[in-house]
């Protein structure tokens, strides 16, 4: 196998970029070997910092390898760059089955504004942290800030100095960080664990944390503001007081809870009991307690007449025709029993 019989890509990301602005370069072969991998040395480049990414071997959709040899590239001197990658070596079982010297790059390199410090990040770098212990902290005891700075567009070397911002204040000590760096194929970051001791009850007030940064899209200096949680710092007295206040608040809302519900299960009640008498031609009586205990259940003035009864009802519900047809022969009822008791004490 020679290197002509493969398809050879070689790919800059940007051709133009701004000084410390990061690009990749890769180099691509399609095989139809499985085991079969791309190799080369680190390449160096005057005024280019190169940081090789892992090689790979991934199957294509048409079922064949795709070969990856990627590079990330970071130029520090402006101006036109070329770009001369070490030659390529096709491993397959153990031995070079075929080598590739790709063709010259060029890079070229825009230089930042004379402004801007060589400590900006060029590229966006993201920022999360957490308070540990979770919950509410302790005066005087030890808890941890951890903080995590990341990019895949920043080297770590360009991340902000955060820790300059986060000093001893009157109400928090801080003590001495440690950092730890990972590195991941297309991301960098920096964990921060910055020991630290509240003074005193309240809110933990902890800096926020800001910095500058060129961004290369736009070409314009940004700036990022972190404001990090903050969490209560409460001593065991504060922590029984407000312990038994919530106790007692959760007390009076679990009462109130229960009242309204036994009320709306009064009324309830109360309304199928009135429907149940007017529809099942109870006695004038059982009506008319029906309509009272119902008054109760609602706070409505006691010994209603039915028509204000009524009136009371459609405020409270709105206008119910059959209830209304049913009342109109209740009280037609009570009239032609009352007329009927007064005939018969004039017969007698």
């Avoid at 075929?98 to 770098?125: C, E, F, M, N, S």
Wanted: one cysteine or more.
């Amino acid at each position: 196998m020679v290197a002509a019989d493969l398809p050879w890509t070689i790919q800059l990301e940007d051709a133009q970029v701004w000084q410390r602005e990061r690009t990749t370069l890769t180099v691509e072969v399609q095989s139809n070997d499985r085991f079969a991998t791309l190799e080369a040395s680190l390449p160096r480049i005057e005024g280019i910092d190169v940081q090789a990414l892992p090689a790979t071997n991934e199957a294509s959709p048409d079922g064949k390898r795709i070969l990856r040899l990627t590079w990330q590239l970071s130029a520090h001197t402006p101006g036109t760059q070329s770009i001369q990658l070490p030659t390529i070596r096709y491993n397959l079982n153990g031995r070079d089955a075929a080598q590739w010297q790709p063709p010259v790059q060029t890079l070229d390199v825009q230089a930042l504004p004379p402004y801007l410090p060589p400590t900006i990040p060029v590229g966006h770098v993201e920022i999360e942290s957490h308070i540990e212990p979770n919950g509410w902290l302790q005066p005087d005891h030890l808890a941890y800030w951890h903080i995590s700075l990341y990019s895949n567009a920043v080297n770590t070397a360009q991340f902000p100095p955060i820790l300059k911002q986060i000093q001893t204040t009157q109400g928090v000590e801080v003590f001495p960080a440690t950092v730890g760096a990972a590195h991941e194929p297309s991301l960098q970051r920096l964990d921060y664990r910055i020991p630290l001791k509240a003074r005193s009850s309240g809110k933990l007030d902890l800096p926020t944390l800001q910095w500058h940064w060129f961004d290369p899209a736009t070409g314009r200096l940004e700036q990022i503001r972190y404001t990090p949680p903050t969490p209560w710092v409460l001593a065991w007295a504060w922590r029984v007081i407000l312990t038994i206040s919530g106790g007692l608040l959760l007390l009076v809302g679990l009462r109130k809870a229960g009242y309204m519900a036994y009320r709306h299960l009064r009324r309830w009640h109360s309304k199928r009991q009135v429907w149940q008498a007017l529809q099942h031609n109870a006695s004038t009586r059982s009506v008319r307690q029906a309509l009272d205990i119902c008054s109760a259940a609602h706070g409505w003035p006691a010994n209603l007449s039915t028509r204000h009864w009524l009136q009371r009802w459609e405020q409270r519900y709105g206008a119910t025709p059959a209830l209304q047809a049913r009342l109109q022969h209740y009280e037609a009822t009570l009239y032609s029993a009352a007329d009927a008791k007064v005939r018969s004490a004039s017969v007698r």
